[in-house]
């Protein structure tokens, strides 16, 4: 083996690499030199984070470029486990994102100062990151644990509420049934196959030889699209959304809504594109599935959230109508879908985690997650109230805002595909969506509080957090090109083989 080849191999894994060391500092900072200022442990594992994603930008730059000596480009690596190329960058950006802003927005609540908080978070980015890198049934499945396992003890990290431990009890039964499910899928595909890869899977399976066994691969379709339609909140596996979202930490509800969903949707969109499950094409059961179930997740979640009081849970019903619209792009079996997907889920990061921030530091005053307790918040806060707005209208998908252009695109590549009557339904159910998001902001402009006169205080780390989503939220609404054409070639490499 020669040394530039194993220079690649280490290069593709030096995202995870990275983070594993900013875990082994955070553990050190706070062993040796116990920080008396318990925040210093956030603010230590944001600066990490970012650092991480800015070496993954700029190792991108240097080595995944077509023309670059050392080409990673669609390159597979590490025995055809991993694939490092423009999509895993793409997500692997989504998932940094989420873990410094998320550590940004933990470092207000108390509870949360903690070392073994910070690690887990950093843990479950780990496993996230190689979800979308995973090209082969053994690497998901052990990502997959990866992030689960620590997203289960997250979910019920306060041990002293309620709530919390019911969260994390549910969600760790759940998620451990649908993943033996989905566990029992991959071995018929194996059974049938003999490969884990799933290229060659995918290849094996474009052929007639195979043909007797069909009833079996629908079989394995959908054992497997159960494990994945629980991790992204898709009907009917979306039952656990609303306790969980309700009973965990609130900065982690944000991280688990948007970077577990995308890694949910990572995987998802590696499986079916890559035609693991027979050739990808509107003909076949699978697809029918998957239509019907888009369908299906965007009409309950939105008119389950219009009599909702709990905003936590009101924004989880809003998750799981928002991975209804983001299935739209997957289920069109192109291109350009797929790229509308990725785009979707990009500005689904900073749209969720600057509301659910903004949820965090009302909380801290109010000690209750009550939609009134958003009442007067224009007056006690102009600046979370702006924020707020903004988020509300990105997840409606008005303009100027990254929602819009994200609903913009995954129904025009509905409509490219001959599948108006998708975009229409998607359409019909945006304005559905909107009367539960406009009285968010009804509350917040309209109402008044008894304690309109008392402010509620925003730190610096959460202020700088807040404003970077909103910047990230006005920039995707008013220049979604670059954005989008960097997710559009991404997908073609599942189109490519």
Request: charged residues 10%; glycine residues 8%.
């Amino acid at each position: 083996m020669s040394p530039n080849i194993t220079l690649s191999w280490v290069l593709a894994l030096a995202p995870e690499i990275g983070l594993l060391v900013v875990l082994f500092m955070v553990l050190v900072f706070d062993k040796l030199f116990k920080p008396v200022d318990r925040r210093q442990v956030g603010l230590f594992t944001a600066w990490g984070a970012l650092g991480v994603l800015l070496l993954t930008i700029v190792l991108f730059w240097l080595f995944g470029q077509p023309n670059a000596e050392w080409a990673l480009e669609d390159s597979v690596f590490w025995g055809g486990m991993m694939r490092n190329d423009l999509v895993t960058f793409v997500f692997r950006m989504m998932f940094f994102s989420a873990l410094t802003l998320t550590a940004l927005i933990s470092m207000d609540v108390p509870r949360l100062q903690k070392i073994e908080y910070y690690a887990l978070l950093i843990t479950a980015t780990i496993g996230f990151s190689l979800m979308a890198a995973s090209t082969d049934l053994i690497m998901i499945y052990v990502a997959l644990e990866t992030a689960s396992i620590s997203s289960y003890l997250l979910a019920g990290f306060y041990s002293g509420q309620t709530r919390s431990s019911e969260a994390g009890m549910k969600y760790f039964v759940y998620g451990a049934f649908t993943t033996a499910v989905m566990l029992y899928g991959m071995s018929l595909l194996y059974g049938v196959t003999g490969q884990t890869n799933l290229y060659l899977i995918g290849n094996l399976l474009s052929g007639q030889q195979i043909a007797v066994v069909q009833p079996l691969l629908l079989l394995a379709a959908v054992l497997i699209t159960v494990g994945f339609a629980f991790k992204t909140s898709i009907v009917p596996y979306h039952f656990w959304t609303p306790d969980v979202y309700e009973g965990a930490p609130t900065p982690f509800t944000g991280f688990l809504s948007t970077a577990s969903k995308a890694a949910g949707f990572a995987v998802f969109l590696r499986v079916f594109l890559a035609g693991v499950l027979g050739p990808a094409q509107p003909s076949s059961e699978w697809w029918a599935m998957l239509v019907a179930m888009c369908i299906i997740t965007m009409t309950l979640g939105n008119f389950v959230a219009i009599f909702q009081s709990n905003i936590k849970r009101l924004l989880a019903y809003s998750s799981i109508a928002q991975a209804g619209y983001a299935l739209i792009g997957l289920v069109t079996l192109t291109q350009d879908g797929s790229g509308a997907t990725m785009f979707y889920l990009l500005m689904y990061i900073f749209t969720n985690i600057a509301a659910f921030g903004v949820i965090v530091l009302v909380s801290n005053v109010t000690h209750s997650d009550d939609l009134k307790d958003l009442s007067g918040l224009s007056r006690r806060s102009p600046f979370l109230a702006l924020v707020m707005l903004l988020a509300v209208l990105s997840l409606s998908g008005i303009p100027p805002t990254a929602g819009f252009f994200g609903k913009f695109f995954v129904f025009k590549a509905a409509v490219d595909a001959g599948m108006w009557w998708l975009a229409l339904i998607g359409i019909l159910n945006a304005f559905v969506g909107l009367y539960y998001y406009l009285t968010i902001v009804k509350y917040m402009y309209l109402y008044r509080s008894e304690e309109d006169d008392v402010a509620i205080p925003v730190s610096r780390a959460a202020r700088v957090g807040l404003v970077l989503s909103a910047l990230f939220i006005v920039y995707l609404g008013v220049s979604a090109g670059p954005a989008f054409e960097l997710t559009r070639q991404a997908a073609a490499a599942f189109f490519s083989g």
